[in-house]
């Protein structure tokens, strides 16, 4: 006997359980929606929260959404018939809770319920980010939200350099980086956006044609100066995240104390000879760096890169690990690292957490109404990093 | 009965190149002057001249900052990490 598709549709629709619409939208939360119909199609609308599996693939991928055999799965195609059909495979792949959505998403859309519009993502997009959306953790409407986000690189050097490169990737629509500095014959040991033919160019437009060449949908706003207390805030305030990737103490604490200006958190790195820190500051959320450090060393306790060495690729490393964490506050997915302190030893080759908390008495952000006093770049080592306040 | 320091490798320097120092058990504060009287320079670095430590080096105990246990007074007992963290900022 041969039955034809109608046939076949049917035939499931009676082995599997069909979900209404009206009583699926307010459970929407609870239960992981897959839309199996094609990307074009997806394109056109879908319902919010929806993970885009087209049916082609189903079987391979739906353990990457459904985890659990007993958990509730709905699927949903145009008008309920690719669904019933995917729904019965489901449930002979051992899926106990699965559902069609009745009538699909068209019959979703006659009875008014919500819907998001069409994704921005192109086909090269889907393309090139395909892993990245084949995460249920990011999926297309994280990959979205990557394309849309602003991170501000304070440094283009040797960790900002693998954190542009893998923001850049990772498709962060905007990128600024600021950095007064050129590229020097004694940077590319470690400092992988720039290279041979760029010595002597400015830092920031060597990064820009090395960032660009990688992935053009990210656009690149190159600041070639000195971050000051006179540019921090104006600079700052376009950005969702600041990557604090500085090689020195006055930056830092500028960096922290504008971020208490603005809230905007601070995935800090800092690295020196074979040892790295990693850390994210969450303005009177978490600890600041003041919390941590009150004062900088004095400078004749505080050698610098060009004095005592740095491994290259322990740049490498702090800086990638601060990329993970600036995309897991731009998709706010995982536990990010505020209020832990990650430290890296390469040459015991050990990674080691220490709790890191918000000081009642930080000479910063203690005060929530009164930020610190943005202290002037050049004379803070002076200062001896004394904090005052705005009033 | 002993606890074991690390010496981050910007105070190796100062520790004959060791990355870890024995030191008897007790309280921090017991520790660190006998760090300081087998290390004279790295103690000075630890504590200012107030016998505080300063406040660009934090210590912890196991995980905790001792800032927020019971600072010197913290006990350190047998077979428990003492981690030097001193602020860097190469970047």
Redesign the interface.
Known sequence: MTLTYQDLVNQAKQQIREVDPARLEPRLEDVTILDIREADEFDHGAISGAHLVPRGVLESVVGLFATDLDQEVVLYCAVGARSALAAQTLQQMGYSNVASLRGGFNRWKDEGLPWHPPDSLTAEQRARYSRHTLLPEVGEAGQVKLLESRVLLV?A????SPAALYLAAAGVGTLGIIDFDVVDASNLQRQILHNVDRIGQPKVESARETLTALNPDVKVVTYNERLSADNVLDIFAEYDVIV??????P??YLVNDASLHLRKPVVH???????G?VTVFDPYEGPCYRC??????PPE?????AE?G?LGVL?GIIGSIQAIETVKILLDIGDGLAGR?L?Y?G??QEF??????R?PQCPACADEDHPPQLVEYDVTCAHQGSVARVA | MTATVRIPTSLRTLTDGSSEVEVPTGQVGTAIEDLTTRYPELGERLLGEDGKPRRFVNIFVAEDDIRFLDGLDTALTEGQVLTILPAVAGG
Do not use: H, I, K, Y
Request: proline share 6%; glycine share 14%.
């Open positions: 440094g050097g040797g960790l900002g604090d990737g500085g090689d020195n103490f930056t830092r790195g800092s690295v020196f000879r074979f040892e820190q941590q450090f009150a004062e900088p060393p306790l505080a050698p610098s890169c005592a740095v740049t302190l430290t030893d040459l015991a080691r957490t220490l709790r890191v908390m000081d």
